[in-house]
């Protein structure tokens, strides 16, 4: 008998509302997608995802990045809060702090996030806003690992969802959010299951 194979350990990071978190817990509950939630992190004491986590029964920390003097204060301070959960992935999953080249490099390979636009187009914030102003037909949401250049890293997967003529910011920013929910626990499970071939 061969002895059953742990699951992935997932650290999820957060900055707000977490949807993105909820999907990936939602299909982890229902089998859908085969890893263990270890923990739930923020970096902001008032993000709404946080309770979500807590009543699912996750482990959930704050490490509130106005305490610190220095971006490489708050990223060893991140770093040291999941290294205690030795997650095989983290989770960018709207969260909107840059790190640091020493914190990306530390998770090299291991750390994923999900970005609301068809890299290469419109890294950084403000894309749906953006992808309206340039006249784009198409837009959608990429999974992508983390390289210290901002959403620059290799694409996992992508999603595409049509621009409507009568869009604005907001409603083209709610279908793509619909997509992110499928996309970003697909993501996940792909990389799961080629690292137990
Ligand atoms: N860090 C590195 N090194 N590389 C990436 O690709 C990263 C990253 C950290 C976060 C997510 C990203 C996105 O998907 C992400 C990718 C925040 C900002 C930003 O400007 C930009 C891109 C992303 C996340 N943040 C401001 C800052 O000064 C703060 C904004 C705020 O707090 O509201 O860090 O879009
Ligand atoms: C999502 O649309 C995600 O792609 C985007 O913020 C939203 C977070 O929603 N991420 C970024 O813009 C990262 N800078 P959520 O908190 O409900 O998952």
Same mark, same amino acid.
């Given at each position: 008998m061969t002895e059953p194979r742990s699951k992935a350990r997932l650290v999820i990071l957060i900055s707000g509302r977490g949807s993105n978190m909820r999907s990936i817990v939602e299909a982890a509950s229902k089998n859908e997608l085969a890893v263990d939630i270890a923990a739930v992190i923020s970096n902001? $004491? @008032? /993000? /709404? *995802?946080l309770e979500f986590a807590q009543q699912a029964g996750i482990n959930t920390e704050v490490i509130d990045h106005?305490? !610190? @003097? &220095?971006r490489e204060r708050f990223d060893s301070a991140m770093a040291e809060a999941i290294d205690a959960y030795q997650p095989d992935f983290v989770i960018l999953a709207g969260f909107m702090r840059i790190l640091t080249a020493d914190f990306v490099e530390h998770y090299s390979g291991r750390l994923l996030n999900i970005h609301p &636009?068809?890299? $290469?187009? !419109?890294? *950084?914030?403000?894309t749906h806003e953006r992808a309206i102003e340039a006249g784009e037909t198409e837009h959608g949401a990429s999974v992508h690992f983390v390289t /210290?250049?901002?959403?620059d890293g290799p694409v996992i997967l992508q999603a595409r969802v049509p621009v409507l003529p009568d869009d604005d910011a907001d409603t083209l920013a709610a279908r793509v959010l619909e997509q992110e929910h499928l996309l970003y626990p697909a993501a996940i499970q792909k990389l799961v299951s080629q690292q137990t071939e």
């Amino acid at each position: 008998m061969t002895e059953p194979r742990s699951k992935a350990r997932l650290v999820i990071l957060i900055s707000g509302r977490g949807s993105n978190m909820r999907s990936i817990v939602e299909a982890a509950s229902k089998n859908e997608l085969a890893v263990d939630i270890a923990a739930v992190i923020s970096n902001r $004491p @008032d /993000a /709404a *995802g946080l309770e979500f986590a807590q009543q699912a029964g996750i482990n959930t920390e704050v490490i509130d990045h106005k305490q !610190f @003097d &220095s971006r490489e204060r708050f990223d060893s301070a991140m770093a040291e809060a999941i290294d205690a959960y030795q997650p095989d992935f983290v989770i960018l999953a709207g969260f909107m702090r840059i790190l640091t080249a020493d914190f990306v490099e530390h998770y090299s390979g291991r750390l994923l996030n999900i970005h609301p &636009s068809l890299l $290469p187009k !419109f890294k *950084g914030l403000h894309t749906h806003e953006r992808a309206i102003e340039a006249g784009e037909t198409e837009h959608g949401a990429s999974v992508h690992f983390v390289t /210290a250049e901002l959403d620059d890293g290799p694409v996992i997967l992508q999603a595409r969802v049509p621009v409507l003529p009568d869009d604005d910011a907001d409603t083209l920013a709610a279908r793509v959010l619909e997509q992110e929910h499928l996309l970003y626990p697909a993501a996940i499970q792909k990389l799961v299951s080629q690292q137990t071939e």
